[in-house]
């Protein structure tokens, strides 16, 4: 399954260390979608902010000064997936770390 994996480092870095920080993914599948097609793109996205969500939490459930740690872990994970997308986008592949 052909698939762009999400990790979670930076995000684990912005916040105190516990016992409980181990570093979350999230996989998002790609092999059923046809990207040369808008529909194929717009599921894309879904699934990636989705996985964003899974991996840095959701600003709907967010306790007060969490904010901030879920804006800076969307920006890294942003940082991150970018390039593959658009490594898709060209209709090449790109490795992941």
């Known amino acids: ?7 979670l480092a930076a995000c684990i870095a912005a916040t105190p260390a516990t016992a409980q920080d181990v570093p979350k993914t999230a996989s998002v599948r790609l092999d059923d979608l046809d990207l040369s097609q ?17 991996v840095c939490g959701s600003y709907a459930g967010a306790r007060d000064g969490e904010e901030t740690r879920i804006e800076a872990c ?18 090449t592949t790109l490795a992941a770390r």
Do not use: F
């Not at 399954?1 to 990790?7: D, G, P, R, T």
């Not at 808008?38 to 899974?54: C, D, F, P, Q």
């Open 1 to 7: 399954m052909k698939s762009i994996l999400i990790a």
């Open 74 to 91: 969307r920006a890294a994970v942003d940082r991150q997936v970018e390039p593959r997308l658009a490594a898709l986008a060209r209709g």
């Open 38 to 54: 808008r529909a194929g793109v717009l599921t894309l996205n879904r699934r990636v902010a989705a996985a964003k969500e899974s």
